[in-house]
């Protein structure tokens, strides 16, 4: 089975301070990874994915994201923090050893408030 | 924006009556996903189509359906209505039949009174 754990509902940051919003998973083979981003009325923005390769993922809008096997985690980072970053942010799941089209499966999301 | 379309943009009905939620992928994408949102339970996905034919399914209710016509867009059609069923309801689409980025539309508030 897949799962996704994003163990903080809000995640509060200074503007110009970096931020992390955390992600683990749980799937039996190995993982293709995904972080998505809501913004206040609007559907979900896709941000960036790990499939294979370098551990370090950059993506749009300066986030990046690191894949750690051994803790089976996938957590968003952005060295500095903008008040517009503020917005809903959900990691997602698939396990590469099963079919192409096996549904995503997403976590609950974190809200993100950037302070100015 | 995304370049997928989904009408309308909020329904508002009564217990037991049937409504239609309408989606347009992405010009090229041949895959349609649906997908309901809600406070509780988060993003579910719902079901998948795959040029006209039906791919995956998820945690769909019998009460609700879905096609996606030779044009290639998609309709939900949600029967029975229950105030449970009041959510987000929200139309992806990609190129091809696999999960790797998906383009969502704006969605369709649905509430139940």
């Known amino acids: 089975a897949q799962s996704v754990a994003q163990p903080e509902d809000q995640v509060n940051v200074a503007e110009g301070n970096p931020l992390t919003v955390k992600c683990t998973y749980s799937v039996s083979g190995n993982p293709y990874l995904f972080w998505y981003v809501q913004y206040p009325n609007r559907g979900l923005q896709f941000l960036l994915k790990y499939i294979t390769g370098d551990n370090l993922v950059k993506g749009s809008y300066g986030f990046e994201a690191e894949f750690n096997k051994s803790q089976t985690s996938f957590h968003l980072k952005k060295p500095s923090a903008l008040v517009s970053d503020s917005a809903l942010y959900f990691c997602a799941v698939r396990d590469a050893s099963l079919s192409g089209n096996t549904p995503l499966v997403f976590g609950k999301g974190t809200r993100l408030s950037v302070i100015a | 924006d995304s370049g997928v379309t989904q009408t309308p943009k909020h329904l508002i009905t009564a217990t037991g009556q049937r409504v239609t939620l309408r989606c347009s992928p992405r010009s090229g994408d041949l895959s349609v996903y649906w997908y309901q949102q809600s406070l509780d339970q988060g993003l579910q996905f719902l079901i998948q189509?795959?040029?006209?034919?039906?791919?995956a399914k998820g945690n769909i209710l019998e009460r609700f359906s879905a096609q996606q016509f030779p044009d290639l867009h998609s309709e939900l059609n949600l029967s029975s209505l229950e105030l449970g069923d009041s959510a987000l309801y929200f139309c992806?689409?990609?190129?091809?039949?696999?999960?790797?980025?998906?383009?969502f539309g704006s969605g369709t508030q649905l509430s139940v009174l």
């Open positions: 189509y795959y040029n006209g034919e039906e791919r």
């Open positions: 992806a689409s990609s190129v091809r039949d696999t999960n790797e980025k998906l383009f």
